[in-house]
């Protein structure tokens, strides 16, 4: 089955400290993962996909095939992070699923 | 980037109605789909909107409940139709361009059925 599972609802740190969102994914083929995030009042975008291998805004994330993980790290966090992130994976056919989300909070 | 818009942006409706929400594309975008996103859950796929003929749609979604248009390459719309308040989602308009997998958003519609 696809599927895309973020373990936590609410993830909150403070400023400066590092941040690790979670991301395990179940695919049969040869996944295709991005992260995607929400900024209060405005719409979802893409933050980063794994192909690129880039840095955006300070997150990278890794594909582990092994481990079917694509979790999102931020080695300090900064107060304009705060946002909800989706981990999605593409399943062809131009879809995407995605999980359930991760609402940051960066406390000052 | 390619630049979806969505309207209304949010509506109240009594259970038993229908609403149309619309959604236009530019020119970039050749696939068009159907989010919903009910309280604190993710996004789901309704279905791919197909130009000039029926919808596809995913397991769980059905024409009658879900109606879809798209004219034209750059056009569609949804319909919820006869509304409970368990259709209270935010419903998002999502396409993608030629020979690209990242996904564009609309700004979604949050719809409260009453």
């Known amino acids: 089955a696809q599927r895309v599972t973020q373990p936590e609802k609410l993830l909150s740190v403070f400023k400066g400290a590092p941040v690790e969102l979670k991301c395990n994914y179940s695919?049969?083929?040869?996944?295709?993962l991005f992260w995607y995030v929400q900024y209060s009042r405005q719409r979802l975008q893409l933050l980063l996909r794994?192909?690129s291998r880039e840095s955006i805004k300070g997150f990278t994330a890794d594909l582990n095939k092994g481990e079917t993980s694509f979790h999102l790290k931020k080695p300090f966090a900064q107060e304009e992070d705060s946002a909800m992130y989706y981990c999605?994976?593409?399943?062809?056919?131009?879809?995407?699923?995605f999980g359930a989300g991760t609402r940051l909070f960066v406390k000052a | 980037s390619a630049v979806i818009s969505q309207k209304p942006s949010r509506d109240i409706c009594q259970r038993g109605t229908s609403l149309t929400i619309q959604c236009q594309v530019d020119?970039?975008?050749?696939?068009m789909f159907w989010y919903r996103q009910q309280p604190g859950q993710s996004l789901t796929l309704i279905a791919t909107?197909?130009?000039?003929?029926?919808?596809?749609?995913e397991s769980g979604f059905v024409i009658d409940k879900f109606p879809i248009s798209r004219p034209n390459l750059t056009f569609s719309t949804l319909t919820v139709s006869n509304m409970s308040p368990e259709d209270s989602s935010i419903y998002l308009c999502?396409?993608?361009?030629?020979?690209?997998?990242?996904?564009?958003f609309g700004q979604g519609t949050r719809l409260t059925v009453v």
């Open positions: 999605a994976l593409y399943t062809g056919g131009f879809k995407t699923i």
């Open positions: 695919y049969s083929g040869s996944p295709e």
């Open positions: 794994h192909i």
């Open positions: 020119s970039q975008v050749t696939m």
């Open positions: 909107a197909n130009q000039g003929s029926e919808a596809t749609y």
């Open positions: 999502s396409g993608t361009a030629r020979l690209n997998t990242e996904a564009f």
